[in-house]
């Protein structure tokens, strides 16, 4: 079983990372880390300030956010670096490929990348991986807005790593990459909303049964064998994945409720036995 990292500053000589890639990424990880205070505190501060306190669970998912912050931050510099060489295809003149291929390309790239986190999440949750990439995110069985952004250190590499081969290999306008990570960043906040925090059916509605959102994702943080993906269903459908009993629940409004012990709290799970997904493989 792996660890989490709880100091990235001891780990910089040891991962060879130059100070100048630090010094440069230093503005991206305040602006990193200020987007996700406000996106997640803001949720937070309406949904959940009210009825609980800030809990052992919420205070652990903030500590890895600012590591993910701070590996996602070194990515950006590094992708500057590299359109420095002239070694991304990031381009500023919509006209360069037609307005049109705007929209296209900004539907490819989620699509790649709903399929890339299928992909890493599901391998992720294997026992030999778990511990090293994604124990940590699973610490709080009810997960919040502040859960959304906390990724073990190793996955935020994985994850940050994609995103720098996107704009080395795909043709992309600043204004799409910026929309990407825009969509990335409210989306992983409202699907770790919690669902007794919101109206039974928001927001799954027809669209529950194409987009993922909060009942969807919650699923996954009590059964982890189930539920990988990010933006779209088609991949648990696809790959068998999915809840079986998702749909019909979601037509009868009876979708499972919180578990009251880590309501608004967010207390952190001590339950070692919990299946990481890979026990019946």
């Known amino acids: 079983m792996g660890q989490v990292w709880t100091n990235p500053l001891a780990a910089l000589p040891w ?8 010094v440069s990424g230093l503005p991206f990880f305040v602006i990193i880390l200020a987007r996700y205070f406000l996106v997640a505190g803001g949720s937070w ?14 205070r652990y998912d903030i500590r890895l956010s600012v590591l993910s912050a701070g590996v996602f931050a070194l990515a950006t510099a590094g992708g500057l670096t590299l359109e420095g060489f002239g070694l991304t295809r990031l381009y500023s003149q919509p006209q360069q ?4 291929y705007l929209a296209f390309s900004y539907l490819a790239v989620l699509l790649l990348q709903d399929g890339f986190f299928y992909a ?4 992720f949750h294997h026992r030999a991986l778990y511990g090293w ?10 997960p919040t807005p502040w ?3 906390a990724f073990d250190p190793l996955e935020a590499v994985v994850q940050a790593v994609f995103l720098v081969a996107v704009v080395v290999l795909l043709p992309l306008h600043r204004g799409t990459l910026l929309a990407v990570l825009s969509t990335m960043t409210v989306w992983a906040m409202v699907n770790h909303l919690g669902l ?23 699923v996954h943080h009590r059964r982890h064998q189930m539920h990988y993906g990010l933006y779209f269903t088609f991949w648990d ?6 809840d079986p009993a998702y749909t019909e629940r979601l037509h009868q409004g009876a979708l499972p409720p919180s578990p009251p012990s880590d309501r608004a709290v967010g207390k952190p799970r001590r339950d070692r036995n919990v299946q990481t997904g890979s026990d019946r493989e």
Do not use: C, M
């Open 133 to 142: 990439f994604h124990q940590g995110h699973h610490r709080s069985r009810q």
């Open 97 to 100: 490929y037609g307005w049109w």
């Open 196 to 218: 007794d925090h919101l109206p039974l059916r928001f927001p799954h509605h027809w669209l529950g049964h194409w987009v993922i959102g909060p009942a969807h994702h919650s």
């Open 237 to 242: 459908r696809l790959f068998g994945t999915e």
């Open 147 to 149: 859960t959304s952004f």
């Open 45 to 58: 501060w309406l949904l959940y300030a009210r009825s609980g306190r800030l809990g052992e669970g919420i």
């Open 120 to 123: 890493t999440h599901r391998l």
């Open 15 to 22: 991962l060879g990372i130059p100070s100048s890639l630090v």
